[in-house]
């Protein structure tokens, strides 16, 4: 990877840039709309947002007035906790269509497989979701459809029915969790890793064996871990409100870390928390 619009090869064959500009967290309005539209103008082509993020909307609006043409931007939402289910996808996603004033989405992903409405139901919950979402799909209203947060048994469980394989599955890896079973399993499946929260919502920086790296390779902290993820093969959703970090963060290709340098990322246990468990969300 060179450059921000470098791709990853999903596997029905769609590209997808390798690093995505991330906006949970981000509050609709002024604050949403100026950074994405930051983020375009710094060189992301790649956007995430979710319904459940409540800035669907403004993300829209902040892609409309870039001035870039709509097929050379990727946007990606998600559904709701509060959809699963067929007839609810298909209202969910049509909705999401209207906020971000959009024609289609180049990824549409199920955003938590086990939500507390439908702890009991579960399984056939997403399987009637995904139908909704293969029907999209195949009327080219969705690029490729994705999972999110979702572990082996979730995966399992959906290929039973699906006859769409998930394109990504959107996780939360930074140093120190790597979730190894889950990334194995992912790639012997052909199912791309996106890591959300790659910086650890910020906890990485007062990590002092990443203060270290970063004196080491003249690099902020943010551009190490955000290259880390990149040599771990992932793809990083770095978040940012700030026009010079966001800026900041897309400096991440003119260097390589060693691979003890990886690894000694990889090991700081703990560092950065541990990812939340589907299956006892509440939520």
């Excluded at 949403?32 to 909307?57: C, F, Q, W």
């Excluded at 902040?62 to 509060?82: P, Q």
Aim: hydrophobic share 35%.
């Amino acid at each position: 990877m060179k450059t921000l619009t470098d791709t990853y090869e999903l596997n029905n064959g769609l590209k997808i840039p390798c690093i995505g500009f991330g906006t949970w967290q981000t509050p609709d309005g002024d604050v949403a709309y100026e950074s994405v539209k930051t983020a375009l103008e710094s060189g992301y082509r790649h956007i995430d947002t979710a319904a459940m993020y409540g800035n669907e909307p403004s993300v829209g609006r902040a892609v409309k007035d870039s001035g870039l043409k709509r097929e050379d931007i990727f946007i990606t939402s998600k559904l709701n906790n509060s959809f699963h289910g067929y007839e609810a996808t298909k209202e969910a996603f049509l909705t999401t269509l209207k906020n971000l004033d959009t024609d289609y989405l180049d990824l549409y992903l199920i955003h938590w497989p086990n939500p507390i409405k439908f702890r009991e139901i579960w399984k056939s919950a997403n399987a009637g979701s995904w139908k909704a979402m293969e029907e999209f799909y195949e009327e080219g209203k969705i690029k490729a459809i994705g999972i999110s947060n979702f572990l082996p048994h979730h995966i399992d469980a959906l290929l039973e029915t699906a006859t769409v394989k998930p394109a990504v599955n959107q996780v939360r890896l930074c140093p120190g969790l790597t979730q190894d079973e889950l990334a194995a399993y992912c790639k012997r499946h052909d199912i791309l890793l996106e890591a959300y929260s790659p910086l650890g919502t910020g906890k990485i920086f007062s990590v002092p064996a990443m203060q270290e790296l970063s004196r080491k390779y003249g690099k902020t902290i943010a551009q190490i871990g955000i290259r880390w993820s990149l040599q771990r093969g992932y793809l990083p959703l770095p978040k940012s409100v700030t026009p010079s970090r966001i800026k900041e963060n897309t400096d991440v290709f003119d260097f390589t870390l060693s691979e003890e340098d990886v690894a000694i990322i990889a090991g700081l246990t703990d560092c950065c928390g541990t990812a939340t468990n589907p299956d006892t969300a509440t939520f």
